[in-house]
């Protein structure tokens, strides 16, 4: 533990991942809550449906946490979620569902995978944002919870009422 | 230092007060974004109007804020966003703005009054929400997140380019 910058503790890996894999929860809560041809097509205001959305989530949590650990980024022009590679997404409710369980266990292991220094360092994360890994995390947590929302006014939308935003379980 | 918690470091009092204000200052250019009178009005499918979501930003920020560092919270129904109390709540989106930068001067001087043993502790938030204090500063602005996300879906419907969700300057 030598060189390991140390102060009283705000937060912890697991904790973070706890609160993250909470939040995980509620998003797929809030993907089971649309009928699946909303889910596909719906959205207001000339917004992508959820189910660009929830790739994009998707997407940066599977590769970013890939990323953090390993260093190793795709670029965005890549992922599923990019308007040129929709013919990569799942096409059902729920086939998007076994995926979104595939990458809750992929965050679980490659978590436990993180240095404990690797929070401060500073790296690029696909290709082009530079931040300390901390503010990369929270950057994808943080854009989960952005369009999980838009989402969640999508059902209101649909006359649907949507999962209750503490309901991490 | 005695009895402090210490650890590798996820994160320091000072970087998630910076985390909080730059969501902050993206809030204010949502809030900025909309004509005032759907600022004070609009929504989709029966949801509050903005006014009211950015009123329960600000009293869960002000009086959250507080309570952490005085271990003294008001309840939720006594807060102007609460339905019973719309009267309170400021009248123009001038007003808002206002007290969004009153707020802000007040976050930072709270913040810094935090003993940095406080995160780690429980305590009960707004009279019922028993958590770690860092989980209950981390709702707080997760919450933010999700209703600004909200009033973006507003703005789109409205025919209004939202603030991009990186801009947090």
New interface residues.
């Given amino acids: 533990?030598e060189n390991?910058?140390?102060?009283?503790?705000?937060?912890?890996?697991e904790?973070?991942l706890a609160?993250w894999q909470g939040?995980r929860r509620l998003t797929r809560k809030v993907i089971q809550a649309f009928p699946e041809k909303d889910f596909l097509s719906f959205s207001?205001?000339?917004?992508r449906p959820f189910a660009v959305l929830a790739m994009e989530i998707l997407d940066l949590t599977e590769h970013g946490i890939r990323g953090i650990v390993t260093g190793s980024y795709p670029e965005v022009h890549e992922l599923p979620h990019h308007a040129n590679n929709h013919d990569r997404m799942p096409k059902t409710q729920a086939a998007f569902l076994a995926k979104w369980d595939e990458v809750t266990e992929a965050l679980n292991e490659l978590w436990a995978q993180i240095p404990?220094?690797r929070?401060?360092e500073i790296n690029v994360a696909f290709g082009q944002y530079e931040n300390?890994n901390?503010?990369t995390i929270?950057?994808f947590i943080?854009?989960e919870?952005?369009?999980?929302?838009?989402g969640?006014?999508?059902?209101?939308?649909?006359?649907i009422e949507p999962p209750a935003?503490?309901d991490r379980y």
């Fill in positions: 533990m390991v910058q140390t102060a009283p503790v705000v937060t912890t890996p904790a973070l609160h939040h207001v205001g000339g917004m404990a220094t929070f401060q300390a901390i503010d929270l950057y943080d854009n919870i952005h369009h999980r929302a838009q969640t006014v999508y059902l209101r939308a649909l006359g935003f503490w």
